[in-house]
Nanobody
């Protein structure tokens, strides 16, 4: 069993930067790829970024490349997501995810989800 706890989120202004963190706990947490998805009201859950278990490989959707950066502290089982140049359309609940095997960019392969943290970007 892996537990995920998101930190960060809240209200931001367009153009600002925001940092989200996710702490994983559990005996095998270090073996999982981890990442972030988001879901805006009335929309499907969307992939934001992912990183493999060692932190050596990162994944980003083309739509967010250049604005998001994911990193991992393997000693602390923590991942961090940095979003720059925030836009109102970045408003969503951001979910931390852990994937044991399979495509870490696909929400259907996620084994564990965090509870989510709300990010609201005002114009």
């Amino acid at each position: 069993q892996v537990q995920l706890r998101e930190e960060g989120g809240g209200l931001a202004q367009a153009g600002d930067s925001l940092r989200l963190s996710c702490v994983a706990s559990g005996r095998t947490a270090g073996n999982f790829a981890m990442g972030w998805f988001r879901q805006a009201p009335g929309k499907e859950r969307e992939f934001v970024a992912a990183i493999n278990w060692s932190g050596s490989t990162t994944y980003y959707p083309d739509s967010l490349k250049g604005r998001v950066t994911i990193s991992r502290d393997t000693a602390k089982n923590t991942i961090t997501l940095q979003i720059s140049s925030l836009k109102p359309e970045d408003t969503a609940v951001y979910y931390c995810a852990a994937v044991r095997a399979g495509d870490p960019t696909d929400s259907y392969t996620v084994d564990y989800w965090g509870e989510g943290t709300l990010v609201t970007v005002s114009s």
